[in-house]
Every structure is written in structure tokens, then in C-alpha cells.
């Protein structure tokens, strides 16, 4: 198994910027795509972005492109999300997620972490 712990989470206004980052050990050949997901209060958990194990592809939900950047570090079996421009829609809980390839990352992970709320005041 994969154990994936995220940090960087809180409170923060409109308009103004947090890293998200999340550390992966144990069975870390199963972190190949990693990811980020999360869930509003009253919704669905949402795809946020992703981003291969060279860091060469990333893919971004509608919503975030321009505004989010993932990236990753190998060396440290990290993954960062970097929001900027942050709206109150962006409040959440995000999840760190990973998977052996792109389209089970973007759709049904197989590891998650526990979550980091991150909530934008106005």
C-alpha cells in the first residue's frame, strides 16, 4: 500500500495564494500519476489535476486552469499544488491521490490521502 499525507491547508482570503503538498511512501511505484481531488460541502469529490511521473504532462480541471499548477518531486516522493487567485469556490477538502496511470487518477484513484481543508474567506 501507498500511504499519501497531505499538509499546507487553512484559511486564507479571496484573491490570495496557498501550496498544497503531499508526501508519499510505502509502495511508492504505485504513485506514478499523482494527483490532486476535492469535495465541497454538498458535493461530489471533483477532479483537480494530475501529473505524470516525469512531471512532463499535467492535466487541470476547467475550473483551476491559470490559477493552479501541480508539480512533483521525485526526490522527496512529494507532490505540490501551488493556488493562486483563490476563490470561494475553491473551498474544500483537497485530497491527494495517486494511481499507475492518468485516466484512473483523473476518474477513481486507488490510494487517497486524509484531506487538508483549505478555506478562502471574502
Known amino acids: 500500500q501507498v500511504q499519501l499525507v497531505e499538509s499546507g491547508g487553512g484559511v486564507v482570503q479571496t484573491g490570495g495564494s496557498l501550496r498544497l503538498s503531499c508526501v508519499a511512501s510505502g509502495r511508492t511505484f504505485s504513485t506514478y500519476i499523482m494527483g490532486w481531488f476535492r469535495q465541497s460541502p454538498g458535493k461530489e469529490r471533483e477532479f483537480v489535476a494530475s501529473i505524470s511521473w516525469s512531471g512532463s504532462y499535467t492535466y487541470y480541471a476547467d475550473s483551476v486552469k491559470g490559477r493552479f499548477t501541480i508539480s512533483r518531486d521525485k526526490s522527496k516522493n512529494t507532490v505540490y499544488l501551488q493556488m493562486n487567485s483563490l476563490k470561494r469556490d475553491d473551498t474544500a477538502v483537497y485530497y491527494c491521490?495517486?494511481?499507475?496511470?492518468?485516466?484512473?487518477?483523473?476518474?477513481?484513484?486507488?490510494?487517497w490521502g486524509q484531506g487538508t481543508q483549505v478555506t478562502v474567506s471574502s
Open positions: 491521490v495517486s494511481g499507475q496511470t492518468t485516466e484512473v487518477v483523473r476518474t477513481t484513484p486507488g490510494s
